[in-house]
């Protein structure tokens, strides 16, 4: 991509991607650390991990699951490849310590309908595949028990037969490494493209969840130690991302009501997490769930303008679209004023700021058109006492009036944003626009009789 953000609207608007994670390198990339008042995020990551991120000192243990929360598309899959970077940054005290491993679920997995069976099965192709990258190879000794375990519960399963046949002359032959690849690889797709599959692949891994984890977790410690002869880390860390978009119902199995199986994988892991998960119950967990990525910070909790926060809302944009295209700079500030801070809000603006241009120049009626357009977004849904609550917070000057099932919704709609370690809140600065939330805000404020 070119160092100078495009002028033209219709390049802007086919270039913003708002599900893209920005690679530290990518021109486009801006350190919010400061901005979002985040600046001990990773190392304080590291550390649960037991890598000490300014000395490189390592002390881990045997397997941690740690959450990372954080609201919908304020940058946690940048973050991770931020983090990966760093661990593989020889010049960095702590490189070379964890070998990082990314996984995104989404286009690997059926979000919408995700379980611990298909994270675990998609997760050990992963680390296959990677292994296969770079060359490595794990004895077959320490891989029998993974090929153990399909043979004996998998492949012989009356409703995969036919699948199970499309591999069969490899599976006659051992087929060793290259058959244990081809295994992960096409049954771990089942839990992305095949209904009919999908529920006996569960069963069989809840039936026999025992010796899978056992084998899985001989495998994980042969893989590390070909990551660890080969000079490439002492440890895996392995980043699991996009499983802070699956439905809340969905993440509530995986992260609370199934988190003994998650334990039972000896490994080192850290998930995204939806913020909403956070208030329903996961302090009781025993999965490490206190570390949040919040939003970038415009102002204090007293309302006092908060200049870093600008600063990388203004590099955000001003490296997506060239300054020039706005008829004056204050539009741009009216942009970020009204994403609240939240980087894909922001985006958003942007993108209905371009299809809403009339000519080749963003003009005040066309920054206007856009907050309109997302305010009209958010009114499909809210309702009178969405819009009740959203005001309650704002008079309560952030104040937590409650984690309720509303409250928690709003949050996971971005109605509500929340900043700092989730001390405060205000309502989206979009939804202040709507006559819905006006009307709850004046009933609020109006004198009891």
């Known amino acids: 991509m070119s160092q100078q953000p495009p002028r033209n609207l219709l390049q802007v608007l086919q270039q913003l991607d708002f599900d893209e994670a920005i690679e530290p390198s990518d021109p486009r990339f801006v350190d919010t650390d400061v901005a979002r008042g985040a600046t001990?995020?990773?190392s304080r990551l590291l550390t649960k991990f037991g890598l000490s991120l300014a000395t490189g000192e390592f002390f881990p243990t045997l397997g941690r699951h740690v959450l990372l929360f954080g609201p919908i598309g304020c940058g946690k899959s940048t973050e991770l490849m931020r983090l990966r970077a760093q661990l593989?940054?020889?010049?960095?005290?702590?490189?070379?310590?964890?070998?990082?491993?990314?996984?995104?679920?989404?286009?690997?997995?059926?979000?919408?309908?995700?379980?611990?069976?298909?994270?675990?099965?998609?997760?050990?192709?992963?680390?296959?595949?990677?292994?296969?990258?770079?060359?490595?190879?794990?004895?077959?000794?320490?891989?029998?028990g993974l090929k153990r375990w399909f043979s004996e519960h998998v492949l012989t399963q009356e409703a995969v037969k036919e699948l199970a046949a499309q591999i069969g002359t490899e599976a006659e032959a051992g087929?060793?490494?290259?058959?244990?690849?081809?295994?992960?690889?096409?049954?771990?797709?089942?839990?992305?493209?095949?209904?009919?599959?999908?529920?006996?692949?569960?069963?069989?891994?809840?039936?026999?969840?025992?010796?899978?984890?056992?084998a899985f977790n001989h495998f994980i410690r042969a893989a590390e130690q070909a990551i660890q002869a080969a000079g490439k880390g002492q440890r895996l860390l392995l980043l699991v991302d996009g499983t802070d978009k699956?439905?809340?119902?969905?993440?509530?199995?995986?992260?609370?009501?199934?988190?003994?199986?998650?334990?039972?994988?000896?490994?080192?892991?850290?998930?995204?997490?939806?913020?909403?998960?956070?208030?329903?119950?996961?302090?009781?967990?025993?999965l490490n769930s206190e570390l949040v990525l919040p939003i970038v910070k415009l102002a204090s909790r007293d309302g006092q303008r908060f200049d870093p926060g600008w600063q990388a809302m203004h590099d955000l944009l001003d490296r997506r679209i060239d300054p020039a295209a706005f008829a004056s700079p204050d539009l741009r500030d009216r942009l970020i004023e009204m994403s609240g801070g939240h980087p894909r809000e922001l985006l958003r603006l942007l993108a209905l700021a371009c299809e809403s241009a009339?000519?080749?120049?963003?003009?005040?009626?066309?920054?206007?058109?856009?907050?309109?357009?997302?305010?009209?977004?958010?009114?499909?849904?809210?309702?009178?006492?969405?819009?009740?609550?959203?005001?309650?917070?704002?008079?309560?000057?952030?104040?937590?009036?409650?984690?309720?099932?509303?409250?928690?919704?709003?949050?996971?709609?971005?109605?509500?944003?929340?900043?700092?370690?989730?001390?405060?809140?205000?309502?989206?600065?979009?939804?202040?626009?709507?006559?819905?939330?006006?009307?709850?805000?004046?009933?609020?404020?109006?004198?009891?009789?």
């Open 246 to 286: 699956i439905p809340l119902k969905q993440a509530q199995s995986l992260f609370l009501e199934d988190t003994e199986q998650l334990l039972g994988i000896q490994a080192l892991v850290l998930y995204t997490a939806p913020i909403t998960l956070k208030y329903v119950g996961t302090t009781h967990s025993k």
């Open 40 to 42: 001990d995020l990773r």
């Open 358 to 449: 009339e000519g080749a120049t963003i003009e005040s009626a066309t920054v206007d058109r856009a907050i309109e357009l997302l305010a009209a977004d958010y009114r499909y849904w809210l309702s009178p006492e969405d819009y009740t609550r959203l005001a309650e917070v704002d008079a309560s000057n952030g104040l937590h009036v409650g984690n309720d099932e509303r409250t928690r919704n709003l949050l996971w709609r971005l109605a509500l944003l929340q900043y700092n370690d989730g001390s405060w809140r205000r309502s989206n600065p979009v939804v202040r626009e709507l006559e819905g939330y006006r009307r709850a805000a004046q009933a609020l404020a109006a004198p009891t009789p």
């Open 175 to 214: 087929g060793g490494w290259p058959l244990l690849l081809k295994l992960t690889a096409r049954f771990s797709a089942v839990f992305k493209n095949s209904s009919t599959y999908k529920d006996t692949m569960r069963e069989v891994v809840r039936k026999t969840f025992t010796e899978f984890a056992v």
């Open 88 to 144: 593989r940054d020889a010049g960095n005290p702590a490189g070379g310590k964890l070998y990082p491993i990314l996984f995104n679920v989404r286009g690997e997995i059926d979000i919408n309908n995700l379980e611990y069976a298909d994270l675990f099965l998609s997760l050990a192709h992963a680390v296959m595949s990677e292994l296969d990258r770079l060359q490595l190879r794990v004895d077959d000794a320490h891989i029998a």
